[in-house]
């Protein structure tokens, strides 16, 4: 019959239509992911800006036993989130002296509240040497004696300290043991007659490690000893009657590295 279709023929223009359709489809598909993707990256970019935005700074203070002095500053979304964190400065730098023979001990403060003026304060929480430090006490030919304990002050707060001594030979291992006894025994002695923030002070002026160098001096004349490290169990009261200040300047329990030992004159 003339004008008709064939069925053969009718089939392929489906196929090529449907074919026509897909890709229109496909196209119009990925163009709005395309779209999509682009307003989400353009969202995040304002998400993270309005972020922010929206963080005001605070201002972290030392606690009372280092006269309230300036930490530095940190922001926050909100003031609570600042709660719990902890801190770190070097002694010459809560103290105001610049003294570089405290640079080397890193104080460690939690901020416990926030006050007036945007103002965060914190509590002392314990101490370590720098590392660098601690390496160039162990060199060659010397004893290194490491020792880790707890004491507990007059008030009943717990300190876990970690001490470090150093010889100019190298020793027995009986002796060691021995001074690592008397050393144990002498801080935990002197930590029982002293309040909480006065352990801090003597600890970190270097007063404690120049009675644990007298005390072993019958036993065998030690080079150096320090409390390298500290950490505070529990709280340590305040004292506003008489706040113990730390000194600028610590109490030596050796004699300078840079400088030789007095040596006796030849007759």
């Not at 989130?81 to 939690?110: C, M, P, W, Y």
């Not at 002796?175 to 002695?189: G, S, W």
């Amino acid at each position: 019959m003339r004008g008709a279709t064939s069925p053969i023929k009718n089939a392929m223009r489906c196929s090529n239509l449907n074919l026509i359709y897909a890709k229109e489809i496909a196209r119009r598909t990925e163009m709005a992911k395309e779209k999509e993707g682009g307003e989400k990256k353009a969202q995040k970019g304002r998400t993270i800006k309005d972020k922010w935005k929206l963080k005001e700074w605070y201002k972290i203070k030392a606690p009372s036993m280092f006269q309230y002095a300036d930490i530095g500053e940190t922001p926050a979304e909100e003031s609570e989130k600042l709660i719990g964190r902890v801190t770190e400065a070097t002694l010459s730098e809560v103290s105001g002296s610049g003294d570089a023979n405290t640079s080397h001990i890193k104080l460690r403060l939690k901020i416990v509240g926030i006050g007036e003026n945007h103002v965060a304060n914190t509590k002392f929480v314990g101490h370590e040497f720098t590392s660098d430090y601690i390496r160039r006490l162990a060199r060659r030919k010397r004893s290194k004696i490491d020792l880790s304990f707890d004491v507990t002050s007059k008030d009943g707060v717990v300190f876990t300290m970690k001490t470090v001594a150093v010889s100019e030979h190298r020793l027995q291992t009986r002796l060691k043991a021995m001074l690592r006894h008397k050393i144990q025994d002498t801080l935990t002695e002197e930590a029982a007659k002293r309040a909480g923030a006065d352990l801090v002070r003597d600890m970190l002026n270097g007063e404690l490690s120049r009675l644990a160098a007298k005390s072993l001096a019958p036993l065998y004349p030690l080079k150096k000893i320090d409390i390298r490290a500290s950490n505070v169990v529990g709280e340590i009261p305040e004292l506003p009657s008489a706040q113990p200040e730390i000194p600028m300047e610590p109490v030596s329990s050796d004699a300078p590295e840079s400088e030789p030992l007095p040596t006796q004159p030849s007759s």
